[in-house]
């Protein structure tokens, strides 16, 4: 039977072998794989093999996934310009939003950056999510992290998953290895909200706080970043209204400022009476201070600004609300427990979901219940009281 001959991509080639020094045979595999999704310039491919059947096998495997559009060239594209290039290429993106991927690909980026993204393996991503949930990972700054919850290390895992399936759909990599990993169980947490006989004693100790003006609107269903970022301008005391059209939020290491969170999110509310006042007290104790600071007085063009007229950092909101929830005597709620309260108050008192859903900012009705109303001990305990009957002598004797 005669030899086949050796398709035009591979060549016999005598070369001398670098172990032996002796004269040896390689079969050099040369073939077209079509255009670079770097560069879009035509792309070969150049491998030599021991053996002949090395050579044919890796042409077939080349000449189908190339012809299916699924052959990955080699590449020494790192980690580090694949997150670069990824954060770069999300225009559809807000300010905030941006900055929270970045916060969410930095472990991964200080820790592999250095690596060629084809060889980030799934045994990689596990050592990390391991590290972050057990504390003690590195920032860029050199500083230790605290161990990461649950919630925050699955974001780390899924934005990975969402940049390495940019990539495979360029053409960068085989597969997506992030897939692989599983997300970190996230135990059951109930959130709490604050009933209204609390809330009403709330409100009654927040005579004299200089930051009453910051709970009311916590109470009133608005996100923290929505109360750090509300400015004067957005606020109509004579119409009684209030704009949602910004927002003010923590994200990594900085304090960024961009639209709400969501279309929805970017909403006109009216303002109670009560509210009214609050506010009006407030923009009067701030005119107050700008006299007295005088040109060290700064823009106080923020509803929540401190004493010298700038805006609060999101996290010290937060702090201040545990301080004065603790001056009121009721138990710790996070900030964002008074939103969910408002909803919660809201939905007790019979207002219909959809109205309470464009209260708080939520596209979707369905969504607000499910999320934002909760049972509370005195409701059940009423919903548990329906079920009494009254039940006579003769009835129980029947029985």
Known sequence: MARQQLPPQIKKRRVTDRATGRPSVRYELIADVG???????????????RTEREARDELARITGEAAAGLFVP???????????????SRHNLRATSLAKL????????????????????????????????????????????RPWSPTAVNK?????????????AQG??????????RLVTVPHQEVDTYTDAEVNQILASLSGDRLAHAWELALAGLRRGEIAGLRWDDVDLEAKTLAIVQGRV???????????????????LPIPDRLVAVLKAAKARLAGERLQLGPAFRSGDYVVSNEIGDPYHPQTLSRY???AMKRAGVRHIKLHGGRHTCATLMHFDGVMPVV????????????????YTHSQPDALRAAGETLNRVVTTCDIEAQ
């Open 102 to 145: 970045q916060y969410d690909l930095a472990p991964l980026r200080e820790r592999y950056g250095d690596l060629p993204v084809q060889s980030l393996a799934k045994n990689h991503l596990d050592a990390l999510v391991a590290d972050l949930v057990a504390g003690g990972t590195n920032t860029a700054k050199g500083r230790k992290r």
């Open 172 to 181: 960068l990599i085989v597969r997506n290895v992030a897939l692989l990993v």
């Open 250 to 268: 923590h994200a990594g290491d900085k304090v960024v400022e961009g639209d709400p969170k969501s279309a929805a999110s970017r909403r006109v």
């Open 74 to 88: 080699q590449s020494k594209t790192t980690v580090e310009q694949l997150c670069t290039a990824y954060l770069a």
């Open 356 to 371: 309470v859903a464009d209260w708080i900012g939520h596209d979707d009705a369905n969504l607000t219940i499910k999320l």
């Open 156 to 168: 780390v895992i899924t934005s990975a998953r969402q940049m390495l399936a940019d990539a495979q």
């Open 35 to 49: 255009s670079s999704p770097e560069t879009g310039r035509r792309q070969q491919v150049r491998r030599r093999f």
């Open 321 to 323: 609300w545990a301080k």
